[in-house]
Antibody, heavy 120, light 106 residues
Framework: EVQLVESGGGLVQPGGSLRLSCAASGFTFSSYDMHWVRQATGKGLEWVSTLATAGDTYYPGSVKGRFTISRKNAKNSLYLQMNSLRAGDTAVYYC??????????????WGQGTLVTVSS | SYELTQPPSVSVSPGQTASITCSGD??????ACWYQQKPGQSPVLVIYQDSKRPSGIPERFSGSNSGNTATLTISGTQAMDEADYYC?????????FGTGTKVTVL
């Protein structure tokens, strides 16, 4: 059974840093693109970052230069280093698995999410 | 930046058909995916590559994509289908989610 379990969320002051982790199990972690998606309370889904199996990384303009996605395949773990945090980064952060190497397969498994609150 | 627009809400009677649209520039040239999210739960992929259903997704969920519009259709809508639905596409090395549609089963 595929499982994704996020951790590392919490309360952080504006300008601070936080590192999220996602522990994966039930599949060959190294063979899949991995993603972070966030959702502010009462709002829609927002894509945050992607790490492809080949090592390519992608970010939207809203977090580029502040967030860094990484992975340790030996530990079946995905990470999101978040720096220079702002109030607008407050959200539930989900880890998600890419559906496959073929285009258009979407995000087929999601974790339960971890809440990040940026406030003084 | 690329945008995907959905109607904020759709209402449907039990057993009827619900159609949710997702509009974006030349969306038909890209693959569209759809996600269902119930309150307090994580999103679930219900359609990928425009019209394919992942294992375990009921046949009443179907999708299409042409021109500037992708459509998620729920046939024979059930009370359990009441949820928020989001479309998604990939454009210029960015993933984009739609604005979301709340489906209410009256």
């Amino acid at each position: 059974e595929v499982q994704l379990v996020e951790s590392g969320g919490g309360l952080v002051q504006p300008g601070g840093s936080l590192r999220l982790s996602c522990a994966a199990s039930g599949f060959t972690f190294s063979s899949y693109d991995m993603h972070w998606v966030r959702q502010a309370t009462g709002k829609g889904l927002e894509w945050v970052s992607t790490l492809a199996t080949a090592g390519d990384t992608y970010y939207p303009g809203s977090v580029k230069g502040r967030f860094t996605i990484s992975r340790k395949n030996a530990k079946n773990s995905l990470y999101l280093q978040m720096n220079s945090l702002r109030a607008g980064d407050t959200a539930v952060y989900y880890c998600a698995r890419g559906g496959g190497a073929v285009a258009g397969t979407g995000f087929d498994y999601w974790g339960q999410g971890t809440l990040v609150t940026v406030s003084s | 930046s690329y945008e995907l627009t959905q109607p904020p809400s759709v209402s449907v009677s039990p057993g009827q058909t619900a159609s949710i649209t997702c509009s974006g520039d030349k969306l038909g040239d890209k693959y569209a995916c759809w996600y269902q999210q119930k309150p307090g739960q994580s999103p679930v992929l219900v359609i990928y590559q425009d019209s394919k259903r992942p294992s375990g997704i009921p046949e009443r969920f179907s999708g299409s994509n042409s021109g500037n519009t992708a459509t998620l259709t729920i046939s024979g809508t059930q009370a359990m289908d009441e949820a928020d639905y989001y479309c998604q596409a990939w454009d210029s090395s960015h993933y984009v989610f739609g604005t979301g549609t709340k489906v209410t089963v009256l």
